[in-house]
């Protein structure tokens, strides 16, 4: 699949770098590379395990060796695998271009070493470790237009905004109390799909009238209808295909879930499909917009060249396969 079919999708990495050359070179090359650059307002180890233990989706985190003081990012680092060892971490260092001179524990903390005099191993290791995956561009439209109709459709009184797709990179922390999952299988892609939310201000939202209550059994209910009209609208648009394999010969992984540490894991690295819809009440502009947050995980098959597209009634009547009766 050549680069002009590939979705241009982008990922957040969190910049520990307090140095002035962040503003310069290394800034010029995360917006080339399509990498949203967000850093801590405040100074301090703390202010920054304060962010990794929250709902922010990263998909790495760009370190400066003497970020916070001399040589300090070194325990940073440690600090940082002990709460979110999925997460890639980039090592800029002053002088060298690699790992040199670290034990071989605190090395395998690193995906890479490098400094701002030579790019390339930063380059080679964002490839890898963030952009390893394709997500063709007609599919990744094709689901945000395909689940914003099903959000509009079940949630009348909401308008439903599509915020940019994205990549999250190994970041396994779950969104929010409420959660669905659902299976996705065709002859070219086999995993799951997740809607993600924070319970009370969706069932605010959802509410069927100012001061009438709803029952968290009906938001289940709608959340979980929406899941299956987006499943429904996914499997007819997408999910053909002869080629399907036997259900007997269908490889399956553990799902690990750990509610205490709001973390689900599907037994794959591979980079995750995601996409924001922000709901807003039409009819209370005040309203704060609520989030839901979709993910796509392809994690027991993901063979995009075979992607297609089944045809509409309406390409088959053109191309004469069907007549209008």
Known sequence: MDAATQACLRT?????????????????FCHEHELICIRP???????????????????GIMLFEHYGGKLQGLELARRIQAVRPELPIFYRREQSSSLAGLSERDALMFCCGYALSDLQMLRAA??????????????VRGIAEMSKSALEMLFLRCEVAVQSPFLAVKDRIVYGEMFTLIAIESSWCRGYMMLQAEEAPLMGLLAPEAGQGMDFRQLNSALGEATNLIWGSFKNR?????????????????IIVNHQRRYISFGSDDPQLCIKYQLRDRERADAPGVTLVQRFVFNLCWAPDEFQENPSVESL?????????
């Open 126 to 139: 964002l490839a890898s470790s963030i952009f390893s995956r394709i997500y063709p561009n007609e599919l």
């Open 238 to 254: 997408y999910a053909g295909g002869a080629n399907q394999q036997s259900a007997s010969l269908l490889t399956q992984v553990p």
């Open 12 to 28: 957040k990495v969190l910049v520990l770098d307090d140095s002035a050359v962040y503003s310069g070179s290394l800034k010029h």
């Open 317 to 325: 009547v053109e191309s004469g396969e069907l007549e209008l009766f």
């Open 41 to 59: 307002q405040r100074a301090g180890a703390d202010s920054v395990m304060s962010i990794l233990r929250s709902n922010v989706d990263l998909g």
